[in-house]
C-alpha cells in the first residue's frame, strides 16, 4: 500500500518585543519552544531574545538580501511536515520588515499561515498618540531621498486619516522639516520614540514643536522613531479649496474684483476672503 501523502507543517508569524523583553507573550514563547525552525531577520539581533527565554530551536538567517533562496528552504520545511516560526528584529513580522514573499507562497501551496499576535510598534503609538484612531494609514518608512519624501508627503497632505510614518535616527530631522513645510506648522502631530524601552519619549504637539525639540536636543534624534500626523480637517481642506480658486484670480484680476468672484465660487464669507486676499498681495 503506498504512503499517503505527508500533512504539510504550520508557519507561525510571532510578533516579539519592540524593546522591554517583558512584552514577549506566553504564547509566543510556547511557540517558538515547540516549532522545528525559527526563520529570523538577524541571527544576532534574536539571539539576545531566545537566550533570555531558554529557546533553543534551530534558527534560520532570514532577511531581504536572501528571502528569495531562504524561502524556497522554509516551503521545503514545510511541505516535509515540519513547522516553521518567522519572526521579525522587533514586533510583528511583515510591518516594515521581510517575509511577505513566504506568507504567499505559503498561501499559494495550502501550508498553514497562523499568526501568534503581539507587539507592533505603530499600534502601539497610535494607541497613545491622542489622535483620532477609528480611521488611520500605514505609511511605513518614507523615501529616503528628499525629493522623493517631498513627493510622497505631497500626495498625502489632504488625507483625513490620521497618518502613521516610521523613521530612522539619521533621517528625523530632515524628515519632520519636510512635514512642516508641507502639512503646515501647526497640523497636529506625536513623536513617539524608544517605546517601551528606558528613554521612551511620547510627545503631542504641533509639528514645528515637534521639529524644534528633536532639533534642540541631541537625545532625542536617537533611537526609532513612529511618526503620526493628524488628517486635515474639514475647515483645513475648505480653506485650501478657496484659496485655491482665490490665489489665480489674484494674479489676473485687480482685488476688488478677485474677492468678489471668489465668495461667489465658494460661498466663503467675503471679509473672511478678503483678510486672506490682502494676505495674499503682501
Known sequence: MPDSPRKAGTLFVV????GNLSDMTFRAVETLTSVD?????????SRRLLLHYSISTPVLSYHEHNEQ??????LSTLQSGRSVALISDAGTPLVSDPGYRLIQSSHAQGIR????????AAIAALSVAGLPVDRFVFEGFLPGKAAARRKRLGKLVEESRTLIFYESAHRISASLSDLVEIFGPHRRAVLAREITKQFETIKNAELSQIRQLVLEDANQRKGEFVILVQGMSLDERDDDDFMGVLRPLLKALPLKQAVDLTVDITAHGKNEVYKMALKCKD
Open 69 to 74: 533562496q531562504q524561502t524556497r528552504k522554509l
Open 113 to 120: 499561515v497562523t499568526p501568534i499576535p503581539g507587539c507592533c
Open 37 to 45: 525552525l525559527i526563520a529570523v531577520e538577524d541571527t544576532r539581533h
Open 15 to 18: 510578533a516579539t518585543p519592540i
